[in-house]
Nanobody, 126 residues
Framework: QVQLAESGGGLVQAGESLRLSCAAS????????LAWFRQAPGKEREFSAA???????FFAHSVKGRFTISRDNAKNMVYLQMNNLKPEDTAVYYC????????????????????WGQGTQVTVSS
């Protein structure tokens, strides 16, 4: 059974940084796309960042230049480094893993990912 588990969320002030981690178990994700999504209260889940097997990365416009995504295939881990956090970054952050290397919906759609963690809360105060 595939499981993803996020950690590293918390409460920070605007301008500070956080690093989220996601541990994958039950499967090897070395050839799969991995991503981070987030969901704020009352809003739909939205794409933040994705990383492919060859370390190609994609970012939402809202986080580009502030967030970086990385992966350690040997440890089955994916990370999201979040710098210069803003109050609008407040959300539950979810780690996601895909089955297909080339999903028809693209890497930005949550429908392209089959495996999800439970989420970790990030709160940024102003």
């Amino acid at each position: 059974q595939v499981q993803l588990a996020e950690s590293g969320g918390g409460l920070v002030q605007a301008g500070e940084s956080l690093r989220l981690s996601c541990a994958a178990s039950g499967s090897t994700f070395s050839s799969a796309p991995l991503a981070w999504f987030r969901q704020a209260p009352g809003k739909e889940r939205e794409f933040s960042a994705a990383i492919l097997w060859d370390d190609t990365t994609f970012f939402a416009h809202s986080v580009k230049g502030r967030f970086t995504i990385s992966r350690d295939n040997a440890k089955n881990m994916v990370y999201l480094q979040m710098n210069n956090l803003k109050p609008e970054d407040t959300a539950v952050y979810y780690c996601a893993g895909g089955k297909s290397q080339y999903p028809r919906g693209g890497y930005y759609s949550p429908r392209s990912y089959s495996y999800w963690g439970q989420g970790t809360q990030v709160t940024v105060s102003s």
